[in-house]
């Protein structure tokens, strides 16, 4: 079974390579190819005919010389067939002669107007009906069959020349919406990537920026009192802010550049392992921060780590910006066999400041709960007795989350 299956993949393989090698040189050589199809055309139209003579020869080369011209101008070429063909049958009513069988190319021409002509299709149905009709008048002598017969006779080629229309208009239909698919997805991917391009800078600089604010602040108000503390707090916003301009020229660096074998990677995106860092840092800015951890957070997969560590990088930014410095902060992560669950608490101000009004839902909560649904998981986020919390909890592996967990 193995060897006939391989077998099949290489038959299947070997006839996509020739359909391509067809249409690479039908695309390269196209009036090649429609001058064979026309001479093919009409030496089926010349072997269906009963005989061909001085007038049929001529007529069913012009009828099938349009089909060369069924890319171009498939209308107008089924107009100059039709024109022709309906002379052929006049001019062998009157000589006598058989009339050539000249339905191939019309119904030809005629799947080409519906499958690049809109407002060709009714014209193109009159035109078939005229062809139907005349050519069938022409191939028989008057009188020879009876109205009902002549009409029987008609139909199977007044249905083959409206299926070859239809087709093409079908053809045309599916290639549009297909077309229209493809701009879809296009813009949707196009929105998805400004989406998580804005989410990224958002969880790069935003957080940079609020703890170069605070630090600054802190510095002018110790400057004269603590000319030491200033000066941390000064050399603390040049790394911080080294950091981010190196971050952001990197982004900038990938947006710009057309070669991805141009542009230097990226440095990793973060994990857990980064977590002491990041509290460190914010602790410079000012927060007091409570860390708890549980559980083995090293075996979480990198997707859990990244927003594990992007939803405390957000909260505690948030924290800093809006409950100002000296706020008390709990930060604790705990891992279990089902779920990961993540909260950032802040007790208030020490300063005995009312609680911090509630919070409007910006693209910091929408990127965080973006990240957590994605995993299947929820996230809460909203003001406290004291203060505020965001609290995730997300599955280690899509499951049902274990809510089981005491909530802070």
Partial sequence: MAAEEVRRLKRGGGMMRREGKVRAFDAAHPLVWDVVLALLVFLACASASVGLRVVGTPVLLVTCGMVVLRRRTPLLALVIATVALSAGVVASTLTGEDAPWGYLPIWILLFHVGLRRKRGIAIAAALAGVVVLAAFAGAVGVGTLALEERAAALLPVAAMSAAALLAGAQLRASRDVQRQQRDDAARAAAVAERSRISREMHDLIGHDLSVIASLSAGGQNVARSSPEEAERAFAAIGEVSRASVGQLRQVLRLLRSADDDDVLPLAPQPDLSQLGDLIHAVRGAGLRIDDERHGDLRELPPAHQLTVYRIIQEALT???????????????????????????????????????????????????????????????????????????????????????????
């Fill in 318 to 408: 948030n924290t800093l910006r809006h409950s100002g410095v000296g706020t008390a902060v709990t930060v604790r992560v705990a891992a279990s066999v089902r779920n990961v669950i993540v909260s950032v608490a802040d007790r208030g101000s020490t300063s005995g400041a009312e609680p911090p009004a509630p919070r409007t839902e910006g693209h910091g909560i929408i990127g965080m709960r973006e990240r957590v649904e994605t995993l299947g998981g929820t996230l809460e986020v909203g003001p406290t007795a004291a203060g505020w919390l965001v609290r995730a909890v997300i599955p280690r592996q899509g499951g049902v989350s274990d809510e089981s967990s005491p909530r802070r």
